[in-house]
């Protein structure tokens, strides 16, 4: 994932941080769905599966705030990244993930730890199910180990690099202390930057 922009590592000094943790995270997350594979454990989720787009519950925190509002000023082009600003402006009147489009994720290469991370057995999810209800016996919970190499590298965006520091930020929840819930921002601050980047090009 690295690889994919180079020149924008350069630019901001933060980004590789992010790339690494989300490498991180999709290498723990290929070595769990094999064991649950191994283990006769089917996974619901596939491409073009979005249920949990349309009512998302996500946590993020600043690094991957920054990631998001990066891709989408910079990296979304054409028709998407019209559609893309004009549902960050009606991000209050729905539940849908603002970055829904064509019922695909439009930031997929830097969507949330949370999205990343989130996984089904069993059945696809049903359009409005709620799943921690329904069946939170099938959601496929990440490992503490695993969870805690992502945060090790996250960790180094707040400025905790000692792995002493890591570990006791990590074991005290440091991460989710310092997350906001998608719902609770307001995406036309993304809309702005995007109206910018429009501006100087």
Known sequence: MRDLYPEDEKKYKWLPTLLDAY??????????????????????????CNACC????VPFTAPELMGISWFASEKLSGPIRSVVKQQLRA???TTRCPFLVEEGCSIYPVRPLAC????????PC??????????????????????RQVAMKLLEHFGITKPSEKL??????????????????????????????????
Request: charged letters at 30%; glycine letters at 8%.
């Open 54 to 57: 349309k009512r998302p519950s």
């Open 91 to 93: 991000h209050e009147s």
């Open 168 to 201: 006791k930020a990590f074991n005290s929840g440091f991460i989710v202390v310092n997350s906001k819930q998608m719902h609770e921002y307001d995406w036309n601050l993304i809309a702005d930057t995007m109206d910018i980047f429009d501006q100087e090009t």
């Open 23 to 48: 490498e991180i995270a999709d290498e723990v997350n290929s070595e769990l769905l094999k064991d649950k594979a191994k283990n006769g454990v089917a996974i619901a989720c596939s491409k073009g």
């Open 116 to 123: 990343r991370q989130f996984f089904m057995a069993g059945m």
């Open 126 to 147: 049903r359009d409005g199910e709620e799943i921690m209800e329904s069946r939170p016996q099938d959601i496929v919970i990440p490992s503490k180990d695993g969870g």
